[in-house]
Nanobody, 120 residues
């Protein structure tokens, strides 16, 4: 249905910034709720933030509030995750996910992830 590809990961120092991209093909991403998640190998995947369907309304986990910002560029069929004031604890593989269920905040479509490493 919809295919997702993350990009923009890399290595940064503490306090630095990165912008991750989630680009979709096969469907119009603006019609989907899009979430960002992160995972450290061997540990549970953690919710980072989401943007609502057909909307710019966002929600974030407490640990990234004030530092991370999601946005849409519908012309590019892309959702961004701007990450500022990065900390070593932010090191993880970051995944984007999409779904269009109207109320249940589950995700059926996932990208393969992009690595973010924050050096101390």
């Amino acid at each position: 249905q919809v295919q997702l590809v993350e990009s923009g990961g890399g290595l940064v120092q503490t306090g630095g910034s990165l912008r991750l991209s989630c680009t979709a093909s096969g469907r119009t991403l603006s019609n989907y709720r899009v979430g960002w998640f992160r995972q450290v190998p061997g540990k549970e995947r953690e919710f980072v933030g989401r943007v609502s369907r057909n909307s710019d309304i966002t929600s974030y986990t407490d640990s990234v509030k004030g530092r991370f910002t999601m946005s849409r560029d519908n012309a590019k069929n892309t959702v961004y995750l701007q990450m500022n004031s990065l900390k070593p604890e932010d090191t993880a593989v970051y995944f984007c996910a999409a779904d269009m269920k109207p109320r249940i905040l589950a995700y059926d479509y996932w990208g393969r992830g992009t690595q973010v490493t924050v050096s101390s």
